[in-house]
């Protein structure tokens, strides 16, 4: 069989301080479990990534610091890399944007859209601060954002509402530098042309539907349904990436531009380092090699819109086609204290913190078992700590502690088993069955829930070994003990081996404890099913995981005092006029599922709603779009009026109404507090 081969590209942090645990949760955890079971399987992976150098919060943060932005970088991307190791997050390559060959690299893409007409020159409105005397990245102004008010939002981006933006838009804007209201005036710069890649994005998007997360799918949608603009792809500054062209010394390549093509530098950096400079050709010229990009959400149409369109264009300058993104599984954020993790507002907890005190297969177990896969998460300190000492040491760490101290009381190897058992045999078939479950978990990037069918695994075999009482067959029956630690030690090696890709360091400590030769991380996946070799020298059990006392956390569950106080609650709005019980009983009111969630073609402010009622299935508009977001409602329970008489909306039927709660501007779909089926009345 042929190898297959992986691309896992890692979306670039940046070097504008250290990692924090937003950051793995998000971005670098999930591939690394990603490409470790994809490396036990047998394939051939790149994995690769780096720390941004070049973006504004870097030359922000490096001015608060009085320090060269190239120093400032180059401090935290030695940061960055002690961080990842200690974490045990294992890249092929980790590298950076400062490179001389990500310049090349860069320099190449530039010139190949532009000799194929998808780079154009004209001139442009910019911020710029009076007084500073200087033009103004996007991220070095900022203001209250146009969409949900948040007063903290850049002029790239709001971090509250994930809305991409232009500094423009904001509202009260004002300068990084001076806090003066920047003026807008007259710049010349390069713009990449996306609206010529349109049609191609859309039906490259409609092949990846079947294997792409909800928020990938909505993002993109949405960005293509409101029609793609030329992008400016340079900004006026004098550190990045310069223009390989005459006449712009004072102007860079915007940082969103280039960071993404260091998935291709990176790659290639790798394979001249490897000693095979051609191997980077494997992962982006065949076809039959997949890759797999891995960011958080609010990157997603850096990945899915811009990025391959570059690739479509730069492809076609080749006269060959790269591989464009097989997956994007995007996470939604990991909070903290309620919030997004956030360097700038300094609500965080780095690497470095959370190793300081804790395991790192800890950490990685906690944020492996809460990922923001469909939703965000919140790191929660007392959650944190219950999980570990139920789940982590009460589950999987008892059960090994178990079963390898009870053997090494009666032998010190591996005794061959005699006949099994109906319950040995039921034993045996739930390990195959979770490895095929876990796979297929894995394969489709559902990380939370395949972790969490291996800890199942884990609990059924504390039961089993309750079951089959080995102290009691010590005494009664010693040839039925033999088998109980035979297939109790099968157990436990397979289960190092399903949880070698998210608890690394726990599954290398019990592959040796067990005898087995080699690293846990180097055998085959499928070696979980294979029966563990008699006579292996079981060595000396030693602690997996360490409880933890509460009170080490007590400290950090502290949160720091609020700025100013909360505002007072919004009003609700006054009674309506009483209406009897017989009115109301002309309301039939159900339960819906919503199935999809389109934007309408010709209504802003209004969601398509495709719901199922049970016994059929629904088109039901509604003007939840400026509050509600695709993922929040697509595969949610809603409550709705089904005997609402038809209506056209714009040139839709919609058959039906949402109920919604709505005061001061704040609106949300009511749903059932229970798990209730599709079609069930509201009384």
């Not at 088993?417 to 479950?437: F, N, Q, S």
Request: glycine share 6%.
């Amino acid at each position: 069989m042929e190898q297959q081969r992986i691309l896992v590209a890692v979306a670039w942090p940046y070097a504008n301080g250290p990692l924090h645990l937003g950051h793995v949760a998000g971005s670098l955890l999930p591939p690394d479990v990603f490409a470790r079971h994809q490396r036990m399987k047998g394939a051939k992976v790149a994995m690769v990534s780096g720390s941004d150098m070049h973006g504004t919060p870097i030359t922000v943060a490096a001015e608060k610091a009085g320090m060269a932005p190239e120093t400032f970088a180059a401090a935290y991307n030695a940061s960055h890399k002690e961080s990842l190791k200690a974490l045990g997050i294992r890249f092929d390559l980790f590298t950076s944007t400062a490179t001389a060959n990500h310049r090349e690299v860069v320099h190449d893409v530039f010139l190949t859209l532009l000799e194929q007409g998808h780079i154009t020159k004209r001139s442009m409105t910019a911020p710029y601060d009076p007084t500073a005397r200087r033009f103004l990245p996007d991220r070095y102004v900022e203001g209250t954002c146009p969409h949900c008010g948040f007063e903290g939002a850049r002029g790239d981006q709001c971090d509250n509402c994930g809305r991409t933006l232009d500094p423009q838009e904001l509202k009260s804007p004002r300068s990084k530098l001076s806090g003066a209201a920047p003026e807008y005036r007259e710049t010349e710069h390069f713009f990449l042309r996306l609206p010529a890649f349109e049609e191609r994005l859309k039906a490259w998007t409609a092949q990846n539907e079947d294997h792409w997360r909800a928020n990938t799918i909505n993002f993109t949608r949405n960005w293509l349904a409101e029609g793609l603009k030329d992008r400016p792809i340079t900004r006026d500054m004098t550190y990045g990436v310069p223009i390989p062209l005459p006449g712009y010394e004072d102007k860079r390549i915007y940082v969103w531009f280039e960071a993404v093509i260091g998935y291709l530098s990176a790659t290639k950096e790798w394979a001249r380092l490897s000693g095979h400079p051609e191997a980077w050709k494997e992962f982006w010229l065949d076809p039959k090699a997949r890759s797999y990009y891995f960011l958080g959400k609010d990157n997603i149409p850096f990945h899915t819109i811009i990025w391959p369109s570059m690739l479509m264009g730069y492809g076609d300058g080749k006269g060959r086609a790269y591989n464009l993104p097989y997956d994007v599984p995007a996470n939604e954020f990991m909070n903290f204290q309620g919030a997004k993790f956030s360097k700038s507002r300094g609500n965080l907890i780095t690497v470095d913190e959370a190793l300081s005190t804790f395991e790192p297969d800890a950490v990685r177990y906690y944020l492996a078992i809460n990922l923001p896969e469909k939703g965000d998460a919140n790191w929660d300190w007392p959650d944190f700590v219950a999980k570990v000492n139920d789940e982590l040491v009460g589950t999987w760490g008892n059960l090994a502690h178990r079963v390898v101290s009870f053997t090494r009381k009666h032998v010190d190897h591996v005794p061959p088993a005699g006949p099994l058992g109906e319950r040995d045999r039921a034993m045996l078939a739930r390990i195959e069955a979770t490895h095929a479950t876990v796979t297929d978990l894995l394969g489709r990037v559902e990380l939370k829930k395949a972790l969490r069918e291996v800890m199942a695994l884990a609990a059924e075999g504390n039961r089993w070994w309750d079951e089959k009482a080995p102290w009691k067959q010590a005494k009664e029956d010693p040839e039925a003990l033999k088998t109980t630690l035979h297939v109790g030690l099968r157990l436990v090696r397979s289960l190092a081996l399903l949880t070698a890709p998210w608890l690394p360091f726990s599954a290398e400590k019990l592959w040796r404890t067990l005898g087995e030769t080699g690293n846990v991380h180097d055998a085959r996946w499928d070696d979980a099913l294979s029966d563990i070799r008699p006579h292996n020298k079981v060595h000396e059990p030693t602690v997996l995981f360490t409880k933890l006392d509460p009170k080490m956390v007590e400290s950090m569950t502290q949160a720091p005092p609020p700025a100013a106080a909360a505002p007072a609650a919004p009003a609700p709005s006054p009674f309506k006029p009483q209406v009897t019980i017989d009115d109301f009983a002309k309301l039939d009111l159900r339960v819906a599922q919503v199935i999809s969630c389109e934007p309408h073609p010709k209504a802003d402010k209004i969601w398509v709603l495709q719901v199922d009622l049970g016994v059929e299935k629904r088109q039901i508009l509604a003007g939840l779009r400026e509050h509600v977001k695709p993922e929040e409602l697509v595969g949610k329970k809603i409550v709705v009026i089904a005997n609402l008489a038809p209506r056209q909306i714009r040139g839709l039927e919609s058959n039906g109404m949402v109920l919604a709660a709505e005061v001061d501007g704040v609106v949300a779909p009511l749903t059932p507090a229970k798990d209730v089926q599709p079609g069930a009345g509201i009384k």
